[in-house]
Each structure stands twice: as structure tokens, then as C-alpha cells.
């Protein structure tokens, strides 16, 4: 009996013990997104253009206009900023090979490359940068950094909680200093993470997102409110520059600008380097991406379907190939 | 800093003290030696008998019932003066089946604690282990032990970067399995020869929060433990008992696992030294 008594006893101190099994949200599949892109499977003819010509031209309109891609890769190209900084370099060839690095410049005659690993809490020691955040001793002129705990070649995800700028003028004074306000709407975004960079998908919502287009003449009135989701191509390294990217959006919801509201359920791409260049995903069938086709803006206007590429004028009505006008409507 | 190391003195000096003033009490009949009576407690399935008292340098156990022990290492109290904080440890060893030659045991514990950062932040630690562990008295002489335990560990911290508050937390779990053989040598020296392995460990992960400013963050990762998939050490030993004092000795190959810690450190810490040592009085 004292030995059942004594074995409860054991017991009741374990009983505490749990085990958190790791359980990341799975990024949606935007795979036949992809495929629908490289691979148009409709033959556009003058009925279809009839059809959907107008639903192009306003998509395309209120996404230029809008620009809602700058807000929401804006908070990527952030994210990103704060990895690069927080990861492990070293230099790859050269005569500082395997050394810690910040910038090419600390390699003669080789680069600085990431390691994967990140560090989080290191603390420059004397020098000029005494008490900044910093990830090696390069960061520290004259000094040493320390504290910082390195955690080897992490994968998992990041969900980041961006507080929107709001319709205030003011935040284009750069002495102004906004204290963000949430009634200004938020882009909640989820990233993953691998090898120190983010992943190719990334996904979550904007709440009622209030912000400013600004022009050369004025700053227009914008807002989103709907869900996201967008694929930045090849695994995203550490350091890669976002704004050269293809990056797919899809996106559905609501988007307000100057005043008026926008339904959006609409896949496109676009890079940020040449926001003019907007393709839009036009799809045709039920069940979805089962008859698509691509309407490129861009310098000019083009088509690409299952038979090729083709010059386009939604303004003319008219779609046209070297020979002269293909089809009209 | 001196008060810090005034009182870690201290505490040594009382751990010692207390060892070999259990040492150079006068002797009751013959309760140590390795006898049949009394058995091996480290890596077996025994436990000190009711009223019973184990002092040592690595740890502090009692006989509360003739099936249950309670066991506070000394380590985790001596290393977190050390850093400031001490850590609070205790295990519950349960031998709830001893027949003939067989002896079944169950042992439950905690060890927490708090360790401080140059930079004024905070590592919490909580770690619960789990053990069962069986005892086979083959002859007089030669003994088999095998045991198996499973430890949870968490951990968490905060700390301040510039307008950041960061919060973080940490979770591992991991099973070590271990086999040890006895041969009683004498009445006073033992020979042990003990396997340990980590067939499963959990990858860490991490939380943690960023806030502060805008963006905030919150961060999910999982971190590969590879250095610690399949750890083992294989450690000869001996273990020497005269009338109350005991000393265990052991030197081993590969990594060491952290007694009182219940942890492992991969090999190439120790350069693939993986030591064992108690010195302990038993009344």
C-alpha cells in the first residue's frame, strides 16, 4: 500500500509535464496560381474580350491607382530589413575568408555572405557603437559585441502586425513624428522563415487599412480591407532586393480610393521597380484557373493566351499582331 | 559581486562541512558497504529507506517512506548563486516494486531558475523529468540497471533593445535511455560501467514577441538540435563505500550528461570527456 501510495505520489509531481509539439500554420497553396500564369489555357477571341474588357480595365485602374501592393510589400521589404540585420555573415573567398562581415567591403576580393543563423540580443561593447544592437564584432568599431544568443538556422514563421499610416497629411513631414493609431486600420501578415530569409508565400488580411497615395499634385484617400495573399518567386534569400521581384498577389476584398469602393477578387503581378508593368490574371471558367489568360499593362498592351502573345488596345477595343487587327469588339 | 562570492563560499563550505561532519560521525552498525541492503541509488531503481539520509556533494536525498526518496541536487542551487538567482530542484524516486530481484522504480522532479543577462534581461528555465527504471539483481555481485527518462524543458526571456520589448520562450523535450552494470568487486568497490543514450530529441522551438513599435512581430521557429540527435557516453566507474562514506568516480567517452541539470552537452564541449563524481555520506 506505501508503495502504491509513494508511486502516486511520483505521479501527481509529473502530472504537470506537457510537450508543445511544434504546429506552424501551413501557407496556402498558390501553386496553380503560378501554373495558371505560365501556362494560359484559353483562346481569347473578340466574345470573351466583350465580356471581360471592362472588369480589365477597372481592376487594373483601381490596383494602379490604390498602389495597396506598396503598402503591403512595404512590410516585407521591414521584415526583411530586420533579418538581414539580426543574420550571421562571413566572407566567402578572399583574404578574409570564413571571417564575420557586415558589407562586402569588410572581404578583400570576396563577398559577405549569410550563414543562416541569427542573433538575437547582441550588444556592442565599447566603441563607437557602444550599447547599439549589433550581430558581430564588425558592428562595433573598436569594440566587442556580446550578449546575443545565436539560434542556428531557424525555420518557422514570423506574423507581423503593421499599424497603418492613416489619411493624416502630416506623416510626409519628416519632422513629424506619428504615434501609430490602430483606427487606422492594421495588415497583419504571415511570413515563413528559412535560412534566415522569408519564404516565398505570404498571407493574412488587412482590417479597414487607411493610408495615402501620394502624387506629385496631391495625396489621395486609400484603403483595403480583405484578404491576401502573394508568392515573391524563388525561395527569398536574405538580402535579396524585393522591390526587382515578380511578385504574384492575390487579392480579395475591398479597396476605397479617392472617395469611391472597389470590389477586388483579382490575381496580378507586378514588380515594384516598374509598377506601371501590371499583368492581370483573367479567369474564365468554373471551376477557377481552369480557362485563363494573361492581360499585360505595360508600355503597351498585350495578351497572352494558349496560342501566344498578342498586342492589345482596351481603349481601341481591339486586339492586333503585325499583320494588322486580329479581332475587335 | 564580493557578496556573491561570499555567499557561494558559504554554501560550499556548508555542503562540505556537512559531508565530512556525516563522514566522521561515530558508526552504528554497519549500514554501508555495498551490501545487500544497501544498494547503489544513482542510475538504479533503489531508494533510501525510510528515515534514511544521503548527504553528498551533488546531491542531498531523504528516505520519506521505505519506497520513497526525495532528492534536491546541490548543483543547480550552487550555480544559480552563482548567477544571482538560486534553482530550486527537487525529485521524487519512488521504488514501488522491490521482490526478489527485481526492483521497479518511478522518479518525478522539477528544476527551475532564472540566470541574468549582461544586458539587465532575464532567462527563465523550468525542466520536469520524468524516470522509470528497473533493477536486476543477477547475483550477489553483478547487477543490471536500466532506466529511461524524459525531460520536458521550457524557457523564457525578456529584454529591451531600443523602443523593442522582446519576449521569448523556449521549449525541448527529449528521452535519454540508459543501461548501467554493476559488479561488486568487495564489500567496498563497485564497478560500473553505465550507457547512456538520446534516442529522441525534440527540434527547440521558439516564441517570441516583438512589440514596441511598428510593425510588431509575434515569431514562431523551430531550431534544429542536430548536436544532440543520438548523444550517448560510455562511462567506467567505480564506486567505493566504506562504513558511511562513498565515493562515486567515473570517467567517461562522448558527451556529458548534467547530472542534476538533466541535461546533455554534445561532445565536443568537453572534448569528448564525460565525467562522473559524487563523494556522499549515508546515515
Known sequence: MKAFASFLAVLALAAPVSSCAPSFDTPPDLQPLIQAYENPTAVVTSEIMAKVADEIAKAAEEIQNSEIFEEILQVIIDVQQELDAATVKTCDGGAMNGSDCSVDADCPDGTCVSTGDIVVGGICDGGANEGDDCVADTDCPDGTCGGGVVIPTPTGEIRVNYICPGWDERQFDPEYEAEPDPANGTITLTMTLDSGGIGRVVWGTADNCLYLVPTGRENFQASYDGGVALDLGDPEPSGQDITKLIVTFLMEGDIGFDGGTYRINQSFRVTLENTAALVILVDLADPALSETFNYIFGETQAIRDATGVFGCSLEESRCFDESGTLFSW | ?283
Not at chain 2, 560550499?12 to 559531508?19: F, M, S, W
Not at chain 2, 526525495?70 to 543547480?76: G, H, Q, S
Open chain 2, 1 to 283: 559581486m564580493f557578496r556573491r562570492i561570499r555567499n557561494t563560499l558559504l554554501l560550499v563550505t556548508l555542503l562540505t562541512g556537512v559531508t565530512w561532519a556525516g563522514m566522521g560521525l561515530q558508526p552504528e552498525p554497519a549500514r554501508a558497504y555495498h551490501t545487500y541492503e544497501e544498494r547503489l541509488l544513482d542510475t538504479t531503481a533503489y531508494s533510501l529507506k525510510r528515515r534514511r539520509v544521503r548527504l553528498g556533494l551533488m546531491q542531498l536525498s531523504y528516505g520519506i517512506l521505505d519506497q520513497l526518496q526525495v532528492t534536491t541536487y546541490t548543483m543547480p542551487w550552487l550555480l544559480g548563486m552563482i548567477f544571482q538567482d538560486v534553482a530550486p530542484n527537487l525529485e521524487l524516486k519512488s521504488t514501488f516494486y522491490d521482490r526478489k530481484r527485481l526492483a521497479l522504480s518511478v522518479s518525478a522532479g522539477f528544476l527551475t531558475g532564472t540566470i541574468l543577462q549582461t544586458d539587465d534581461s532575464k532567462v527563465r528555465y523550468f525542466l520536469m523529468p520524468i524516470a522509470l527504471a528497473a533493477s536486476v539483481r543477477i547475483n550477489s555481485d553483478v547487477s543490471v540497471h536500466l532506466g529511461t527518462r524524459f525531460t520536458a524543458v521550457t524557457g523564457g526571456a525578456d529584454a529591451q533593445s531600443g523602443g523593442d520589448q522582446i519576449e521569448g520562450a523556449l521549449v525541448i523535450d527529449f528521452i535519454q535511455l540508459y543501461g548501467m552494470a554493476e559488479w561488486r568487486l568487495s564489500r567496498v568497490v563497485a564497478f560500473t560501467f553505465t550507457l547512456r543514450w538520446v534516442p529522441y530529441i525534440s527540434d527547440a522551438i521558439v516564441n517570441g514577441s516583438l512589440s514596441g513599435t511598428n510593425p510588431t512581430a509575434d515569431i514562431r521557429l523551430a531550431v534544429a538540435t542536430d548536436d544532440l540527435k543520438n548523444a550517448f557516453a560510455v562511462v567506467p566507474g567505480f564506486v567505493f563505500s566504506w562504513e558511511r562514506a562513498n565515493i562515486r568516480l567515473g570517467v567517461g567517452y562522448s558527451s556529458f550528461f548534467v547530472d542534476g541539470f538533466y541535461l546533455v552537452l554534445p561532445g565536443n564541449v568537453l572534448h569528448n570527456v564525460s565525467p562522473e563524481f559524487d563523494v556522499f555520506v549515508r546515515f
